[in-house]
């Protein structure tokens, strides 16, 4: 187990922390367009019995907030809305491209059992605009008044961090190539890329600032090196990292690259994408351009557009991410003790994960049930818990718990908790305990 100091230096938080206080170029960023009006088409869904609380976005953060709430406070009426039709889960997916999960494991969970299970409604329709003084959420499907809303919409990528500014491109990589990191298409996508994959060089871009899940790119790239090295494939992975060192659990993962993957996986610090041109399959950067037969481009991680098309943008001062503008320890928007953002698009230096969202949700659901008793709660850490398998044969895990420190003269997250571990010798218990950790999960977000 490496010191906390190490784990500090090599999280990622330092940097992301740091970088929020630096103004971001770009438009939208101060200036986001005003909300949309309510259309006055009301949405087809059962008059409110109690105090409501419309949840949008069924991921980790939404679903268990709406389940949570409602056992938190029984007289709330709870309706999440979510675009999608049909479930599947970001956290694992590295996990089905080398076969240790199925897509199964991954979408097999019903928004309508979860809702079922725990007395609420899911309204499937996309989010469109927000008439805050009239406390009126727009929809596809309708408008929907609330008493309470959380906004829980994930990320967003931002390809103009990687020197990729024309849509055309955009749009290629976005195909062509993709992040994985947003939706189940593009997880359907790598995979039969990796599971196609003939040989040369396999290229996962690693992004800097504080990108979702921060050890799922190297979990990803030793994945894949462990397919390569087991089919005996004549090609190998070029991490092409645009961090100084591994952002998190360094020591373990630096383990797996040169005890199980030497000469399968080349690790490049310091390699922040500057352009990707899709037609030659070459990446620039500051020093080298590397050719590629086949890749992973994960750009930088911004907010989810919907907070800036709602208008709920933080200044850059506090976010240079486009993440939304809530108060530190209680998630309301400043000014705005209605209105809530949880999930990937808090600009909080928490690890945007899983485990992060489900813990910090829990807390959310309590501010909630207080707040419409007309009462209010202490602040609680949420728990960054994340398991990276690293060998797929056998299957081997390294791992991560951690807390955060809140500091009230600064009103901001300072850093880790001197409880943080980190666990970097990995070992087949750690891979049955990912396993584990994400049944659970599902169980906590769709269960009763
Ligand atoms: C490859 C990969 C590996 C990962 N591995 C791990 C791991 O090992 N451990 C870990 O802890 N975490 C992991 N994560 C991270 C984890 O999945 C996310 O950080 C977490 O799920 C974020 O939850 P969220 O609720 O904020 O966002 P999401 O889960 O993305 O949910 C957002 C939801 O909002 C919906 N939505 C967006 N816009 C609208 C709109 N306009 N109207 C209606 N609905 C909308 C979306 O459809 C989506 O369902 C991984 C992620 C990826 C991609």
Redo the contacts with the bound molecule.
């Keep these: 187990m490496s010191d906390r100091r190490g784990f500090l230096r090599n999280s990622g938080l330092a940097a992301a922390a740091g970088a929020a206080g630096v103004m971001l170029g770009g438009s939208g960023c101060a200036t986001a367009a005003g909300p949309a009006v309510a259309t006055g088409r009301m949405a087809a869904l059962p008059k409110a019995r109690g105090p409501r609380l419309v949840v949008?976005?069924?991921?980790?953060?939404?679903?268990?907030i709406a389940k949570y709430a409602k056992k938190e406070f029984p007289q709330f009426d709870v309706v999440l809305?979510?675009?999608?039709d049909m479930?599947s889960?970001?956290?694992?997916?590295?996990l089905w491209y080398a076969g240790l999960v199925t897509l199964e494991n991954l979408a097999n969970h019903s928004f309508l059992d979860a809702a079922v299970n725990n007395k609420y409604v899911y309204f499937n329709?996309?989010?469109?605009g927000l008439d805050r003084a009239g406390k009126t959420l727009v929809?596809?499907e309708g408008d929907i008044k609330y008493d309470y809303l959380v906004i829980?919409?994930?990320?967003s990528y931002d390809y103009g961090k990687i020197g990729v500014n024309d849509i055309d491109t955009q749009t290629t990589l976005r195909q062509v190539y993709p992040?994985?990191?947003?939706?189940t298409t593009?997880?359907v996508t790598l995979h039969r890329k990796i599971r196609e994959f003939e040989g040369g060089v396999f290229v996962q871009t690693v992004p800097s600032g504080n990108y979702?899940?921060l050890?799922?790119?190297y979990?990803?790239a030793c994945l894949i090196a462990s397919l390569i090295k087991h089919n005996k494939i004549k090609g190998k992975v070029v991490i092409l990292d645009a961090n100084p060192e591994v952002t998190i659990k360094a020591e373990g993962f630096h383990a797996a690259f040169d005890q199980l993957y030497k000469g399968i996986l080349e690790y490049h610090p310091n390699a922040a994408v500057k352009g990707v041109d899709p037609a030659k399959r070459t990446i620039e950067t500051d020093f080298d351009s590397v050719q590629f037969a086949d890749a992973a481009i994960y750009p930088n991680v911004r907010g989810?557009?919907?907070i800036e098309?709602l208008g709920l943008l933080a200044p850059a001062t506090k976010s240079n991410q486009f993440e939304a503008n809530i108060d530190t320890r209680f998630y309301n928007i400043v000014g705005d003790t209605s209105v809530y953002v949880?999930?990937?698009?808090?600009p909080h230096p928490y690890?945007?994960?899983?485990?992060?969202?489900?813990t910090e949700?829990h807390y959310v659901a309590r501010v909630l049930a207080a707040r419409a008793q007309g009462k209010e709660i202490s602040w609680t850490t949420p728990e960054?818990?994340?398991?990276?398998v690293v060998n797929a044969f056998p299957m081997e895990a390294i791992s991560v718990k951690a807390h955060y420190v809140y500091d009230a003269g600064k009103d901001a997250i300072t850093g880790f908790s001197p409880d943080t571990q980190v666990f970097n010798n990995r070992d087949a218990a750690k891979g049955k305990a990912?396993l584990e950790?994400?049944k659970g999960?599902y169980r906590d977000m769709f269960n009763a």
Excluded: M
Aim: charged share 15%; glycine share 12%; aromatic share 8%.
């Design positions: 949008v976005g069924g991921g980790t953060s939404g679903l268990t809305v979510e675009k999608r479930y889960s970001c956290f694992t997916s590295n329709a996309t989010v469109t929809t596809s829980a919409p994930g990320i992040g994985g990191f947003v939706s593009e997880h979702r899940c050890p799922a790119p979990e990803r989810s557009t919907l098309q949880t999930g990937d698009s808090r690890s945007k994960s899983a485990n992060t969202s489900n949700a960054t818990i994340c398991y990276s990912t950790w994400a999960l």
